[in-house]
């Protein structure tokens, strides 16, 4: 659940992102999951739902690194981009459930960012590294990352 006040425009970055509202100073919390309202799957849960439920779910969710569930959230995070000098990701001691820190202070009106690599598994398929019908986690060769710059 976003923690700070947001709102979702058109991005420079990739079709529409999600922006600041209000100021945020560095260190300050922004998503953290929330049970009831977020939903995490186990990969097994998540390969049982219909097909046309994960093909959806699959654009708007992470796989988190840290213990492989597939984490969809109940608000409009998913309008997060990937950018390789983010503002936001996981604090030093992260854990499961994931929850993401601003890492400098981003200015209202900023767009919200952060590296999918460091958190989601599934990176190289919403990248386009691999894919369309990839496994969950399916990983490109270390040379289309290279070329990709992730």
């Known amino acids: 659940m976003m923690l700070i006040r947001t ?23 922004v998503w953290r999951f929330l049970p ?3 939903h995490s799957f186990s990969p097994e849960e998540f390969e049982r739902l219909p097909e046309l439920a994960r093909e959806h779910a699959r654009w708007f969710c992470f ?4 213990d492989g569930h597939v ?26 459930p994931v929850t993401t820190v601003a890492l400098r202070d981003i200015r209202a009106g900023e767009e919200i960012t952060c590296n999918y690599a460091d ?3 599934d990176t190289d398929w919403k990248l386009g590294r691999v894919p369309s019908g990839a ?3 399916a990983r490109a060769s270390h040379r289309a990352e290279k070329a990709s710059g992730a």
């Not at 970055?13 to 100073?25: S, T, Y």
């Not at 796989?63 to 840290?66: E, H, P, Q």
């Not at 998913?78 to 604090?91: R, V, Y």
């Open 7 to 29: 709102r979702v425009a058109p991005s420079a970055i990739h079709g529409m992102g999600l922006f600041a509202v209000d100021p945020v100073r560095g260190g300050t919390q």
């Open 63 to 66: 796989v988190s690194r840290l």
């Open 71 to 96: 984490i969809l959230s109940g608000d409009h995070a998913c309008f997060i981009n990937h950018c390789l000098a983010p503002n936001t990701g996981a604090p030093a001691d992260a854990k499961p």
């Open 119 to 121: 958190y989601d598994a």
């Open 36 to 38: 009831g309202f977020d």
């Open 135 to 137: 496994p969950l986690g």
